[in-house]
Each structure stands twice: as structure tokens, then as C-alpha cells.
């Protein structure tokens, strides 16, 4: 798996398995997943406690192994962003750039 190389060139867009494999955050830096295939909220009414508790998870691990976190798959709207970005979710996934470029300018002030 190219975990000897000196200098690399290519990290692999790590899954949510790849928190409990040894390859480090050289060649993992983050991990990303389907968020449709692995929690319930579609960002409709609040999120249950177990998905919640499920994101906190998988954000704390990522982060206590410098890893970054990202969901594709997931609802493409401020209610699901807000949420994500509350968690401490590294990288939104969107195709909606206006809106995700105001939601995201509003956060920062």
C-alpha cells in the first residue's frame, strides 16, 4: 500500500474502515462516506441520538488520528451544513455553491 514511500505524490481518500487500520494520516489524511448508507437523518426534523452520537464518534476518532472527516450521499441543504459543521465535520460536500458560499460566510462572522 505505498506506506514506505519517502515522498508522496497520492494519499487515498480513506472509508470509515480505515479508522481501525494501521495506515496512517500520510497516507489516509481523511476519511469519507456515504452518508445516506451509514445514518438515518436526511435532515429532516432533528437528528436522533444514536446518529448523533454515531458522527461524534467518527469525528472524534478522525481527529484524535489528525484525520479529516467528509459525507457524500448526504441531504445538499443549510439544515444538514449547520449540522456538520456543529459536529466538526472538516469538508461539507456540496453541489448547492451559492448557498453553501453564504451559509459558509455567515458562520465565519
Do not use: C
Amino acid at each position: 500500500m505505498f506506506t514506505g514511500e519517502s515522498v508522496r505524490f497520492a494519499t487515498y481518500d480513506g472509508t470509515l474502515a480505515d479508522l481501525d487500520a494501521s495506515a496512517g494520516p500520510d497516507l489516509i489524511p481523511w476519511v469519507s462516506a456515504n452518508w445516506a448508507e451509514n445514518f438515518d437523518w436526511r435532515g429532516q426534523g432533528e437528528m436522533s441520538e444514536a446518529d448523533t452520537a454515531r458522527l461524534k464518534g467518527i469525528v472524534m476518532k478522525a481527529h484524535a488520528q489528525s484525520r479529516r472527516v467528509r459525507f457524500w450521499g448526504a441531504p445538499d441543504k443549510e439544515v444538514f451544513w449547520r449540522a456538520m459543521r456543529d459536529a466538526g465535520v472538516d469538508l461539507i460536500n456540496t453541489d448547492i455553491w451559492p448557498g453553501s458560499k453564504r451559509f459558509l460566510r455567515r458562520r465565519s462572522n
